[in-house]
């Protein structure tokens, strides 16, 4: 992979689109859990950005600013429910028939070469209603869920990140490996089919070794209960996103990621079996068991691969080499140079 970042580093551009106005364009949340998708719209916007086209005759793939966190923030309200994801995909269609008609770069590749980011869980909702028009373009998600339509050969999985309300995420060791006392760990809410199977089984904490909680208590600190497990469990909840596969990652615990029909973010070069541990749904009785029969020197070095990989996760303001920004722009290059355009 590093041969290859740094070819794109040295040859891809992108163009952002100047069209449209804040706050639906050109803005994204820098906090909660739909931050990625804010942190990489302000940093494919910033000044000195080096993979930034200077003009659109230079670039190789083409940047749709649209934030659907955005959209649904301001212009949804419970009471107008009915219709609102059809409006939220007509701004997609307006945007798209503008860049359309201003520039030739849609017409050419029919958006093959275009992209848009979203982490929000209605993310891969605006393309649903007009499968003709974004048929080609990429879309990078982190709901990627083959089961509602995630196409892995041509869409990203991209990370989510719960941005803190101080400052971008923190990043350490944690706890040494040979003092995490907690097996497994896992704290959220019951809700979804996942989590209901998991609270079933072990939502009890009779047993000490995988502890699961809804609510913690006001003595218990979620971060020290992270770095003090080896294993951390990463069920989906309503969707299959979820941050806790890169909170465990921060703190040094191996993600146990029990999904179906989840493509792992960045699974073209991030070799997932060496620092995580996939659980099937119907497995979820066997935790224990699956964890225990795994042994300490493997533990070891999928716990020591978890901080090697923890700079792909790691968010930076600017961005820097092989991080998560850089991940999320390796995974559309990989998609793009695939692409032939229909004429230049």
Known sequence: MYGSHTEMMQTFKIWTY??????????????????????????????????????????H?????????KIVHYLFTPAEAYGFLERMQTIFEDYIDIISQRYPYWNRSNGADHFFVSCHDWGPIVSRNNPKLFENLIRVLCN??????????????????????????????GQSPHNRSILAFFAGGNH??????????WGSNEDNDIQVYTYLQENQNYTELLSGSKYCLCPSGYEVASARITEAIYVG???VIIKNQYVLPYSDVL????FSVQVPVTKIP???RILEDIPFSKYLEMQK????????????????NFDVFHMILHSVWLRRINIRLLKF
């Not at 820098?30 to 910033?46: D, L, P, V």
């Not at 793939?61 to 966190?69: D, E, G, K, Q």
């Not at 070799?271 to 060496?274: G, I, L, N, R, V």
Request: proline share 9%; aromatic share 8%; with cysteine.
């Open 18 to 59: 100047k069209e449209g106005d804040i706050p639906l364009m050109h803005n994204g949340p820098m906090k909660s859990i739909y931050s990625a998708e804010g942190h990489f719209i302000e940093e494919m916007e910033r000044n000195g950005n080096p993979l930034a086209a200077k003009h659109p005759d230079e670039a």
């Open 61 to 69: 793939a083409f940047f749709i600013p649209i934030s659907v966190a």
């Open 144 to 173: 990627a869920n083959t089961s509602e339509g995630f196409i892995p050969m041509r869409d990203v999985s991209m990370t989510e990140i719960n941005g803190p309300y101080n400052s971008i995420p923190n990043v350490s060791g």
């Open 192 to 201: 979804g089919v996942v989590r209901n199977k998991l609270f079933q089984h």
């Open 253 to 255: 615990c191996i993600p």
């Open 271 to 274: 070799d997932w079996s060496q």
């Open 286 to 288: 066997d935790l224990k």
């Open 305 to 320: 691969r978890v901080l090697e990989v923890q700079k792909h996760f790691t968010v930076h303001i600017p961005a820097e």
